[in-house]
């Protein structure tokens, strides 16, 4: 299933997202074209944003910080995040997004 940034796969769920650095806190902006904007309280310096991202995606969702990993955009502001779960690509996006959908 695909709605948008967030979409169900054989592997689990895997998320687009446009990030911003150096924020003055982690949280999601909203929808940004066909990706989910998130504002990440780390510089993009040494992976500590994508560490940080990781963590705080992780949090939200509930899940273990290992079933989280990026498969693309390790140094871009474009991310393909890719979680190993079964749940519904509706649930993630209701965690990362509470908003109407």
């Not at 949090?59 to 693309?72: E, F, G, H, K, M």
Request: aromatic residues 4%; proline residues 7%; charged residues 25%.
């Amino acid at each position: 299933m695909n709605l948008g940034w967030c979409c169900g796969d054989v592997k689990g769920i895997s998320l687009r997202l446009t990030i911003s650095p150096g924020a003055k806190r982690t949280e999601v902006v909203g929808v940004y074209g066909q990706t989910l904007k998130v504002r990440v309280h780390a510089p993009p310096v040494d992976g500590k944003a994508n560490e940080i991202l990781l963590r705080w995606l992780a949090d939200q969702l509930d899940l273990p910080r290992q079933v989280l990993s990026i498969a693309s955009g390790e140094t871009s502001r474009c991310k393909k995040i890719q979680i190993k779960t079964t749940a519904s690509p509706e649930w993630v996006m209701r965690r990362l997004l509470p908003l109407p959908i």
